[in-house]
């Protein structure tokens, strides 16, 4: 992926913009996987999940993203119009099979009442859970 660049749009949104290669595979007959030539892509998030990503996501970074692809329209400098399209993810995060990270679980106010009430509830870890 490129740098992220974090902008405004007219209406005041919050727009993060960045290209993304997309890797592609072909599955050869033995089960093994051979490698074909990328594909490159416009990627753009929007309101706090762009926020977000920005504060998350750094150019060559493994992601997952889901959402949809918008075409459109394009004139360029010369005025020539030209069919277009970009990813739209609605969400998007580090990919957990290929990204080595750490968890900051934080609790909200509304979960604190349940939490202490949960604190004062007697229960067992199912043996599956401990390690």
């Known amino acids: 992926m490129s740098e992220p660049a974090l902008t405004t749009t007219e209406k005041g949104n919050t ?3 960045f290209r993304v290669g997309q890797e592609h595979f072909h599955r050869e007959d033995d089960g093994s996987f051979t490698p074909l030539e990328p594909s490159f ?3 753009v998030v929007f309101g706090r999940t762009a926020e977000r990503a920005a504060e ?3 150019k060559g970074d493994r992601f997952i993203a889901e959402g949809r692809v918008h075409r459109f329209a394009r004139v360029d400098a010369a005025g020539v ?6 990813f ?3 969400r998007i995060g580090h990919d957990v099979a290929r990204t080595s990270y750490t968890v900051e679980r934080t609790r909200t106010p509304q979960e604190e009442p349940a ?3 949960a604190a004062d509830t007697p229960h067992t870890t ?3 859970l401990t390690a």
């Open 81 to 86: 119009e030209s069919e277009s399209e970009e």
């Open 126 to 128: 199912p043996p599956s």
């Open 15 to 17: 727009r993060l913009y």
């Open 56 to 58: 998350r996501l750094a």
């Open 41 to 43: 892509h416009d990627l």
């Open 115 to 117: 939490a202490s009430a």
């Open 88 to 90: 739209v993810a609605a």
